[in-house]
């Protein structure tokens, strides 16, 4: 069975740190999608990043970086020079593939405050 | 582009009344859909996936049900709701096994 691990519950930290988000999966598929999604208080999910299991570069959009390591079956996630609109709920997620869709396995999310 | 819109946002139902949750997908065709979850603790369960219309598989055993009417349409119901159900409601489409993306979620409080 496929399982998300997301060990801290929360993080607060102060306006333009860096912060690291932890996440660690375990799945027995060969193939396999990791994500991200932000939850702001409004509750909606908003897709950050889907990366697929081949494909180890890490990648950076702006603000945001993701380390994935097949390895160690991690990937994190980091916000550098944070801001306070950066505040939300973050899920990392794992997609099992089957045939014709997929479903996503969440991990409990790591709540993020950030302070002016 | 493809956007999702489901409704009401906002649900105060008492104990053993109906629940009808709606959600419409646009921008696309033949989507995969999804109803999940989100109970205290922020936890997100998959309740229900639909890969065509009237096809609807339930990933968990309980009192609430879904159907599929149209192609781009995903309507989740129960008879008699029940405390437990409360909660916050999110339908989400994908294209193929690809991104699941979200809509702005429904918040039901069952008193």
């Known amino acids: 069975a496929q399982k998300v691990t997301q060990a801290q519950t929360e993080i607060s930290v102060v306006e333009k740190e860096d912060v690291t988000l932890d996440c660690v999966y375990e799945t027995r598929d060969t193939t396999y999608y990791l994500f991200w999604y932000k939850q702001p208080p409004s509750g909606e999910l908003v897709f950050l990043i889907r990366?697929?299991?081949?494909?180890?570069q890490n990648e950076i959009s702006g603000r945001y970086s993701w380390n994935f390591q097949k390895s160690t079956s991690s990937f994190n996630f980091t916000i550098t020079a944070s801001q306070v609109v950066d505040s939300a709920v973050y899920f990392c997620a794992l997609s099992e593939a089957r045939s014709g869709y997929s479903t996503l396995t969440f991990g409990k999310g790591t709540m993020l405050l950030v302070s002016p | 582009s493809q956007t999702i819109h489901q409704w009401p946002a906002t649900l105060v139902q008492p104990v053993g009344s109906p629940l009808s949750l709606e959600c419409t997908v646009e921008g696309t065709s033949n989507p995969n859909l999804y109803w999940y979850r989100q109970a205290a603790g922020r936890g997100l369960q998959l309740l229900f996936y639909s890969v065509g219309i009237g096809q609807i598989s339930s990933e968990v055993p309980q009192n609430l049900s879904a159907s599929r009417p149209q192609d781009r349409q995903f309507i989740l119901s129960s008879k008699k709701l029940l405390l437990s159900d409360s909660g916050f409601y999110l339908c989400a489409w994908s294209s193929g096994g690809n991104t699941i993306y979200f809509g702005e979620g429904s918040w039901l409080t069952v008193v």
């Open positions: 990366r697929n299991s081949f494909d180890e």
